[in-house]
């Protein structure tokens, strides 16, 4: 089975511009979760999708959104990048037992 | 709010020894789940090991085991016959078993280092 994919992988944006990142989760799994890991913050909770609707939120300012499609996959837009969104954002999927999560490889974000 | 916590920003080990992270967390929930991810260099998070709250029987998956005290509140993960590539970060994370779904909430980390 093929694990979680993250597109891009790796990303430099300017301040001021947006961006969005795509989460394909593992096949038959309907949740997927996403979240900021910085050296200050460490990692933390953004937001997860169940089924096409978001189920739960963390505590981001609302620059940041997510969606989820009908096939599962997900992304996050951030809006109005500033220097503190420079980090690793890493999506997880987990299946219906919504117990483990299993992550992708991330995207390593960078706004200069 | 749930917090996790994890002391021991570093920790080192021989090649074939064992060694023990430490984690505690706090909760007023009575059904979740413990986890422990390994990051290593490449930053891909690896599921170690689980453990549901209900269970008192500690979990184990082959070198890793983990000692959980639920009325202390304390996950301690041991490594026993350490091997170079379990150098990574280790993070504690825990799930509520109720309303916040895929929500996990993580612990600071720790580096584990070990030495040939």
């Known amino acids: 089975k093929a694990g979680v994919t993250q597109t891009p992988r790796y990303l430099i944006k300017t301040r001021g511009q947006q961006v969005t990142l795509s989460c394909s989760p593992i096949?038959?799994?309907?949740?997927v979760s996403w979240y900021q890991q910085t050296p200050g913050q460490g990692l933390q909770f953004l937001f997860e999708y169940f089924s096409e609707t978001q189920r739960n939120k963390g505590n981001f300012p609302g620059r940041f959104s997510g969606r989820q499609f009908s096939n599962s996959r997900s992304e996050m837009n951030v809006s109005t990048l500033e220097l503190g969104d420079s980090a690793l954002y890493l999506c997880a999927s987990s299946g219906l037992a919504d117990t483990e999560q299993y992550f992708g490889p991330g995207t390593r974000l960078t706004v200069t | 709010a749930q917090t996790v916590t994890q002391s021991q920003p570093e920790m080192s080990v021989q090649e074939a020894e064992t060694v023990t992270l430490s984690c505690t967390y706090d909760?007023?929930?009575?059904?979740?789940?413990l986890f422990w991810y390994k990051q290593p260099p490449s930053r891909q998070m690896i599921l170690v090991i689980r453990?549901?709250?209900?269970?008192?029987q500690n979990a184990t998956e082959n070198r890793f085991s983990v000692n959980f005290q639920k009325a202390a509140k304390s996950f301690s993960l041991k490594i026993s016959d350490s091997q170079l590539g379990d150098a990574a970060m280790y993070f504690c994370?825990?799930?509520?078993?109720?309303?916040?779904?895929?929500?996990?909430?993580f612990g600071q980390g720790t580096i584990l280092t070990v030495h040939p």
């Open positions: 096949s038959g799994h309907r949740s």
């Open positions: 994370a825990y799930k509520t078993g109720g309303t916040s779904y895929g929500k996990l909430t």
């Open positions: 453990q549901e709250a209900y269970k008192q």
């Open positions: 909760t007023s929930e009575s059904d979740y789940y």
